[in-house]
T-cell receptor, first 117, second 113 residues
Framework: DTGVSQDPRHKITKRGQNVTFRCDPI?????LYWYRQTLGQGPEFLTY????????KSRLLSDRFSAERPKGSFSTLEIQRTEQGDSAMYLC???????????????FGPGTRLTVL | GESVGLHLPTLSVQEGDNSIINCAYS??????FIWYKQESGKGPQFIID?????DKRQGQRVTVLLNKTVKHLSLQIAATQPGDSAVYFC????????????FGGGTRVLVKP
C-alpha cells in the first residue's frame, strides 16, 4: 500500500494523559499536513510541513499540541494533558509540494480516532 | 466503522440517476477547489479539482462546475452507484497564501437500490 498511513487507528485515553500519533506520507511527498475532524464537520487545518520545516500553524493548535517531522519523512503529533474536547479524528495528508505546480493535491490517510474519557 | 457526519444535509438518489451536490465557498480570493469523498471510518478521498481560471472540469462520471460570481461550486455524479454513498466535502485553497484547505460542511449522499 503506497498511500498515507497513520498509527494508531484508534486511541482511548484518560483526561490528562499524553498521546502521540504517527503519520507516514506517500513516498517522495514533500508536504505533510495535519487536520482535525469532529463528527458532522469537515476537517480543520492544524499545521503543515515542507520537508522538515513546520511552515504554518493554526490557532487551533494550542500549546498542548506539538508536531514534528524530524527527517522530512514521517511526522508525529503529540497532545499533552489531553482534555475531553480533544476527542476527534486526527487526519494526516501529504502532497508533492513542487514549487511551480499550479495545483498540489492533498491525499489523506485513514485518520486516528482519539477518545478522551 | 464510525459514522461521519451524523447531522449533515442528505441527498437521497435512486441508483442510476444523476446526483448534484452543491457547495457555497467563503473566500472570494480562493483560487483552487477540490471535492473529496469520505466513507465511514476512512479519510477523505480525492475526487476532482478545479482552478479558478476554469468554470468546468470533467472526470470519470464526475463533473465540477465553478461559479465565481456567486461563489458556488457543484459536483455532478452521473449514473450514481451504491458505491457512491458517502459524505462529500468541498474544499477551497488560496495557493499563494499557503497550502491549508478550508472545508465546507459536507453533504451525505445515500444511493437507493
Amino acid at each position: 500500500d503506497t498511500g498515507v498511513s497513520q498509527d494508531p487507528r484508534h486511541k482511548i485515553t484518560k483526561r490528562g494523559q499524553n498521546v502521540t500519533f504517527r503519520c507516514d506520507p506517500i513516498s517522495e511527498h514533500n508536504r505533510l499536513y495535519w487536520y482535525r475532524q469532529t463528527l458532522g464537520q469537515g476537517p480543520e487545518f492544524l499545521t503543515y510541513f515542507q520537508n522538515e520545516a513546520q511552515l504554518e500553524k493554526s490557532r487551533l493548535l494550542s500549546d498542548r499540541f506539538s508536531a514534528e517531522r524530524p527527517k522530512g519523512s514521517f511526522s508525529t503529533l503529540e497532545i499533552q494533558r489531553t482534555e475531553q474536547g480533544d476527542s476527534a479524528m486526527y487526519l494526516c495528508a501529504s502532497s508533492l509540494g513542487r514549487a511551480r505546480a499550479s495545483t498540489d493535491t492533498q491525499y489523506f490517510g485513514p485518520g486516528t480516532r482519539l477518545t478522551v474519557l | 466503522g464510525e459514522s461521519v457526519g451524523l447531522h449533515l444535509p442528505t441527498l437521497s438518489v435512486q441508483e442510476g440517476d444523476n446526483s448534484i451536490i452543491n457547495c457555497a465557498y467563503s473566500n472570494s480570493a480562493s483560487d483552487y477547489f477540490i471535492w473529496y469523498k469520505q466513507e465511514s471510518g476512512k479519510g477523505p478521498q480525492f475526487i476532482i479539482d478545479i482552478r479558478s481560471n476554469m468554470d468546468k472540469r470533467q472526470g470519470q462520471r464526475v463533473t465540477v462546475l465553478l461559479n465565481k460570481t456567486v461563489k458556488h461550486l457543484s459536483l455532478q455524479i452521473a449514473a450514481t452507484q451504491p458505491g457512491d454513498s458517502a459524505v462529500y466535502f468541498c474544499a477551497e485553497n488560496i495557493r499563494a497564501a499557503g497550502n491549508k484547505l478550508t472545508f465546507g460542511g459536507g453533504t451525505r449522499v445515500l444511493v437507493k437500490p
